[in-house]
């Protein structure tokens, strides 16, 4: 079963910091695009932000300055280190990923993990 995991994500005072890890298992021939989108209380999910395989990246802009994206293909996982947190950045953080796999061409989500900004 070819499956995305997150981890992560927490509570955190505004101005600090995080780091979302998210990790593709299973039977992976290749992955594409990753991405982190995130969903706050009574909005629809966003996007974060994105990198290719060739790591070119992409931004909402309400992040640009403050959060990273990066992945490491070997392992195949894709992170996202968060700095500057807002009280606005409070959500639930998804992982996603173009999955070329035994199954098939995929496109994958991670369960979700909690980040909470306090101010």
């Known amino acids: 079963q070819v499956q995305l995991v997150e981890s992560g994500g927490g509570l955190v005072q505004a101005g600090g910091s995080l780091r979302l890890s998210c990790t593709a298992s299973g039977s992976i021939f290749s992955i594409n695009a990753m991405g982190w989108y995130r969903q706050a209380p009574g909005k629809q999910r966003e996007l974060v932000a994105t990198i290719t395989r060739g790591f070119s990246t992409n931004y909402q802009d309400s992040v640009k300055g403050r959060f990273t994206i990066s992945r490491d293909n070997a392992k195949n996982t894709v992170y996202l280190i968060m700095n500057s947190l807002k009280p606005e950045d409070t959500a639930v953080y998804y992982c996603?990923?173009?999955?070329?796999?035994?199954?098939?061409?995929?496109?994958?989500w991670g369960q979700g993990t909690q980040v909470t900004v306090s101010s």
């Open positions: 996603n990923a173009g999955v070329y796999s035994i199954s098939g061409n995929l496109d994958l």
